[in-house]
């Protein structure tokens, strides 16, 4: 039973424009969620992340946001740039404390062109 | 540089071997967390620790042990290796104030 999703194996975005990745997750006692990023070769370094008492979390060209009503939560970067070509996995945890166990999602590698 | 480290980095093992992935981290952290990764899937939780002398099973336990015996090593031990076992396997460590800094990685494949 996948807890996180993340739909999109793939996503292909132009230099300069807005990249969107989603994840979806169907346990309601998860209530803090981090998107890390993966180069190959490389263990997932962490991007950014929301707790569930707030929608939205902002940090440079990284913004996420929380729907948690719809259990959905995304990733914008803007503007995409040829650096963030890289595997984003979601991963949502059922404490506000970083030190939960994390249930990850399957990823989605995004390619930004130029 | 101060962060996680895992060997050996790669490895190919026959079945029915034993080894040990050697994971150290130097930031003093308390927690640590052995993840495998299958192509085309998330990770997935084998064993954490939340301190020396501590350790619990994550959601993939069958077919490892860990132990704990100071704050800085997380041995993760494969007794008998199985083709279901080749996978990546990551190491990551935290505070409770910090999110899980990750080793990068160690590629084991069972022939």
């Known amino acids: 039973d996948q807890q996180v999703k993340q739909n999109s194996p793939s996503l292909s975005v132009q230099e300069g424009r807005i990249s969107i990745l989603n994840c979806d997750y169907t346990?309601?006692?998860?209530?803090?969620f981090l998107w890390y990023k993966k180069y190959p070769a490389e263990g997932p370094t962490f991007l950014i992340s929301?707790?569930?008492?707030?929608d939205k979390n902002e940090d440079g060209r990284f913004t996420v946001f929380l729907n948690k009503s719809a259990k959905h939560l995304s990733l914008h970067i803007v503007p995409s740039q040829p650096g963030d070509s890289a595997v984003y996995f979601c991963?949502?945890?059922?404490?506000?404390?970083?030190?939960?166990?994390?249930?990850f999602g399957t990823g989605t590698r995004l390619q930004v062109t130029l | 540089n101060a962060g996680v480290t895992q060997t050996p980095k790669f490895r190919i093992l026959k079945i029915g071997q034993s080894m040990t992935l050697q994971c150290t981290q130097d930031?003093?952290?308390?927690?640590m967390y052995w993840y495998r990764q299958d192509p085309g899937m998330g990770l997935k939780l084998i064993y954490y620790?939340?301190?020396?002398?501590?350790?619990d099973k994550g959601e993939v336990p069958n077919g490892y042990n860990v132990s704990r015996s100071t704050t800085e090593d997380f041995p993760l031990r494969l007794e008998l290796a199985a083709p279901s076992q080749t996978s990546v396997y990551f190491c990551?460590?935290?505070?409770?104030?910090?999110?899980?800094?990750f080793g990068d990685g160690t590629r084991l494949s069972i022939l």
């Open positions: 990551a460590s935290t505070t409770n104030v910090q999110p899980q800094h």
């Open positions: 930031m003093n952290h308390n927690y």
């Open positions: 929301i707790s569930s008492i707030k």
């Open positions: 620790s939340v301190g020396a002398g501590i350790t």
């Open positions: 346990n309601s006692m998860f209530d803090y």
């Open positions: 991963a949502a945890s059922g404490s506000s404390g970083t030190a939960s166990k994390l249930t």
